[in-house]
């Protein structure tokens, strides 16, 4: 079965410092997101991306954050310098339309530790 | 703005059955997903309703009243591996970003 997968499955980064975030949505997918959880909170929308722009984006995503699809393949999310507080699960999702009844197909997370 | 309550933590037998409450405002309606999520694991589809009524599926069953903003899953015959979180979520209207409520933690007991 098909699914979404994500790299690394862990990171620990010093406050300050980059990261990007690395995401294979399914193939024939076109829409693709980030959301993120804070530890022992709800999961929270950051963005979404179609057609190799930004569609939606939340109060989180702040200039701190950017997307971008490389290649055919990949969906990073970059944070530029990171804060304590961006400590999370970050999950990404693709979906074949944006239709309200359209399931999105979450990976399996990247643990983001800021230290 | 949307909006989403759910019970924060549930215990059921094993073997029997349990109801998640969830109500929700949204400034407009485009349906209601639940998803499964085990601890430090990705959320997973579980069901969609967008019309009035019980969809049934397997040992899962959600339902939906639009009136009242009101939905629950109901879950039967629980087994251990059914402890995990249920999330409650609404998309945007005319988007597809997804609000989700906190979540309801069931634990499953012997």
């Known amino acids: 079965e098909p699914e979404v997968t994500q790299t690394p499955s862990h990171q620990v980064t010093q406050m300050g410092q980059e990261v990007i975030l690395r995401c294979v949505p399914i193939?024939?997918?076109?829409?693709f997101y980030w959301y993120r959880q804070i530890l022992g909170q709800k999961v929270e929308f950051l963005v979404s991306?179609?057609?190799?722009?930004?569609?939606?984006k939340s109060e989180i995503f702040d200039d701190q954050f950017s997307v971008e699809r490389p290649d055919g393949s990949n969906f990073t999310l970059k944070i530029r310098s990171t804060k304590l507080e961006d400590s999370a699960m970050y999950f990404c999702?693709?979906?074949?339309?944006?239709?309200?009844?359209?399931?999105?197909?979450f990976g399996q997370g990247t643990r983001l530790t800021v230290v | 703005g949307q909006n989403i309550d759910q019970p924060t933590e549930m215990t059921a037998t094993e073997g029997a059955i349990v109801q998640i409450n969830c109500t929700y405002q949204t400034s407009g309606f485009n349906g209601l997903f639940w998803y499964q999520q085990h601890a430090g694991e990705a959320p997973t589809f579980l069901s969609y309703?967008?019309?009035?009524g019980l969809e049934e599926k397997g040992r899962f069953s959600s339902f939906l009243s639009r009136s009242k903003g009101y939905s629950y899953l109901l879950l039967k015959e629980l087994q251990m591996k059914d402890s995990a979180s249920y999330l409650c979520a609404v998309p945007g209207a005319g988007s597809y970003q997804l609000t989700f409520g906190k979540g309801t933690k069931l634990s499953v007991i012997p």
């Open positions: 991306f179609y057609n190799n722009e930004i569609s939606e």
């Open positions: 309703n967008v019309l009035d």
């Open positions: 193939s024939n997918h076109l829409y």
């Open positions: 999702a693709s979906s074949v339309t944006r239709e309200g009844n359209t399931e999105a197909f």
